[in-house]
């Protein structure tokens, strides 16, 4: 299998960084990535139109990066997740997870057994289409693979530590939009029962040992939340940062016109 450079990242104690992808799936996207010098990537199926052709496509084209390619499914249904790994996924991601029971029909639909009860198909895109040694393929996917939970309610708020606890689970990954507008609080990012909120988050993640993850599109919120704790970060996604980067230079653009018009 590709070697998962998120996984490796936290191994080596280190904070992994990536992006999410919802707009621009070119066959260029993944190249343009890797110069970025990112870890990870979160090809986004819930507010996008890409299909589950379009993702294989993708999955396909980051194979030629270092880059561990996740997928954000619609639903936690098992033909979402396990099609998205047979594509060669490295990970799933799965929007409001509010048990552990919910968390546990992730990791089987990820995982194969005895972890999980995910269905074998070897010899297609997630094995380079070779057949390999299916024991060892079984172990070293399962412990090669990424699963991240989403909180963004007030009940996955509460079952964090049981969600955090069930074997399989890997991230838990605060959705902060979603979770403010459930708690009442839209978009209020300091609102003192989202900090606390967070704070809960990361210490579910920390006491299983797992990781706590977050998608900041602020210098500002990056800073405030990786010193609150989080250890996994997603910058922005792809439409916000070419409009950020964008907006910004042509402003720079339209006050130098101005000014060479003014002389």
Known sequence: MKPNRFRQVVN?????LGT??????????????????????????????????HV????????????????????????????AMDA??????????ETPEQAREIVNAVKYAPLGKRGVGLGSSHTDFLVPDPAAYFREANENTTVITMIESPLGLANAGAIAATEGVDVLWVGHFDLTQAMGIPAQFHHAQFLEALRGVIAAARSHGKVAAINPSTPEQAEEWISLGFNAISWGNDTTILRNALSVAIRTLRA????????
């Open 256 to 263: 130098r016109v101005a000014k060479a018009a003014a002389r």
């Open 56 to 83: 294989a496509d993708l999955i396909a084209w980051f194979k030629a990066t270092p880059i561990a390619p996740f997928v954000r499914v619609p639903q936690r249904l098992y033909h979402f997740l396990a099609r």
């Open 12 to 16: 080596e104690g280190r904070i992994p």
């Open 88 to 97: 060669g996924a490295l990970g799933a991601m799965v929007a409001n997870v």
């Open 20 to 53: 999410l992808v919802w707009e621009f799936g070119t066959r260029g996207l993944p190249k343009v990535l890797e110069a970025a010098d990112i870890d990870f990537v979160l090809i986004d199926m819930e507010h996008s139109a890409f299909d589950g052709e």
